[in-house]
């Protein structure tokens, strides 16, 4: 075979992926799409006088393991001031992950309400990981939120871009 028959076939043959690829993208499920974390699992606070709430919405089709849940409160030099134990946590569902085998998982949206009992606690950073049905798992998220108080009373609660504190 000549150089340029063979040269000739590989431009067929790519030519070929790309059209099988483009036809198979467009079968409904061949694909899977998958969200971004920011859309898959989204942490707000919430304040009400001296009480936050951390509200996780959870997606259709993803899932939060309960072990990554870690919730920590830290005053402004960075000692950590509290942490809400696993028992604390909502009632989580139990499934068959095909990776990690029985697992706790939030498969809905959860609340849980923060221990801040005072205005030492100015710092919350939140962890947590999950993945989608499709089996894309998401990497580790890590945030941190400034409580911000006047006397006993929560003023108001910040997403940081950074920890703010090493």
């Not at 699992?41 to 919405?57: C, P």
């Amino acid at each position: 075979m000549s150089y340029r028959l063979k040269h000739h076939n590989v431009i067929i043959l790519f030519m070929l992926m790309g059209f099988f690829h483009s036809a198979l993208a467009t079968l409904p499920g061949a694909l899977p799409k998958v969200l971004p974390v920011e859309q898959a699992f989204i942490l707000t606070l919430a304040h009400e006088d001296s009480r936050v709430k951390a509200d996780i919405t959870i997606a259709p089709d993803c899932y939060l393991y309960q072990k990554s849940l870690q919730i920590n409160g830290f005053n402004k030099s960075g000692k950590k001031i509290f942490s809400v134990p696993a028992a604390q946590l909502p009632q989580a569902k139990i499934i068959s992950d095909p990776y990690f085998g029985e697992q706790a998982v939030y498969d809905e949206s959860i609340t849980i309400t923060l221990p801040i009992a005072s205005r030492l606690e100015k710092f919350v950073h939140i962890e947590y990981q999950g993945c989608a049905t499709s089996g894309f798992c998401y990497p580790p998220v890590s945030q941190w939120f400034e409580i911000e108080m006047r006397g006993n009373k929560i003023i108001d609660t910040h997403l940081l871009t950074q920890a703010p504190f090493q």
